[in-house]
């Protein structure tokens, strides 16, 4: 079965401080990799995404993540977190022509 | 501007009383879909199309029932609900081969 793994229901940092969430995924073939955002009340907004190529993916708002394919891992990263990067994230990766959300990570920046 | 529009934004119903949720893209994307989001469980995807005519199962697709009789339109259809259809839905669509979900404002639907 396919599935994806976020292990922190809730990320806390301060501002200013490096961030990082994390997803690790089980899944058959080489699947296509994805963070998605959602603010309160809103959709889901794609922040980037790992088809091939480099290890390190960079996206929307600062954020970047990376690829690990010997862990299974694609960690969401970020340098220096913002206020406003308060919101809930998930990772996803789409194998076939179906996609696979993670339980989603809260993540809370500090002021 | 470029979107997908779900209606209703919130549904309350009664268990058995047929409903449709409409979702419509602008984009011309192919590839539209379907998820539930639950607490603790996440998105899970219910059905999708890859193109008109042409739908499938996703994860969760017990209950459900979709169409895609036009490019832009893909509604989620359930025929008899249940309380445990209660949740938070979720329409999506991408250009086909470019991966980037483009996601409505979701429609929460309780069935009492």
């Known amino acids: 079965a396919q599935s994806v793994a976020q292990p922190e229901d809730q990320v806390n940092v301060a501002e200013g401080n490096p961030l990082t969430v994390k997803c690790t995924y089980s899944v058959s073939g080489n699947p296509y990799l994805f963070w998605y955002v959602q603010y309160p009340n809103r959709g889901l907004q794609f922040l980037l995404k790992y088809i091939t190529g480099d290890n390190l993916v960079k996206g929307s708002y600062g954020f970047e993540a990376e690829f690990n394919k010997s862990q299974t891992s694609f960690h969401l990263k970020k340098p220096s977190a913002l206020v406003s990067d308060s919101a809930l994230y998930f990772c996803?990766?789409?194998?076939?022509?179906?996609?696979?959300f993670g339980t989603g990570t809260s993540l809370t920046v500090i002021p | 501007e470029a979107q997908v529009t779900q209606n209703p934004r919130y549904l309350i119903t009664v268990t058995g009383k047929k409903l449709t949720v409409t979702c419509s893209q602008n984009m011309n994307h192919e590839y539209m879909s379907w998820y539930r989001q639950d607490p603790g469980l996440g998105l899970r995807q219910i059905y999708y199309?890859?193109?008109?005519?042409?739908?499938d199962k996703g994860d969760v697709p017990e209950g459900y029932k979709v169409s895609r009789k036009e490019k832009r339109n893909f509604p989620l259809i359930l025929e008899s609900p249940s309380p445990n259809q209660t949740s938070l839905y979720f329409c999506?669509?991408?250009?086909?081969?470019?991966?980037?979900?483009?996601f409505g404002s979701g429609t929460q639907l309780s069935v009492l």
């Open positions: 996803a990766v789409k194998t076939g022509n179906q996609f696979y």
């Open positions: 999506a669509s991408s250009f086909f081969g470019n991966e980037k979900l483009f």
């Open positions: 199309s890859m193109n008109v005519e042409v739908t």
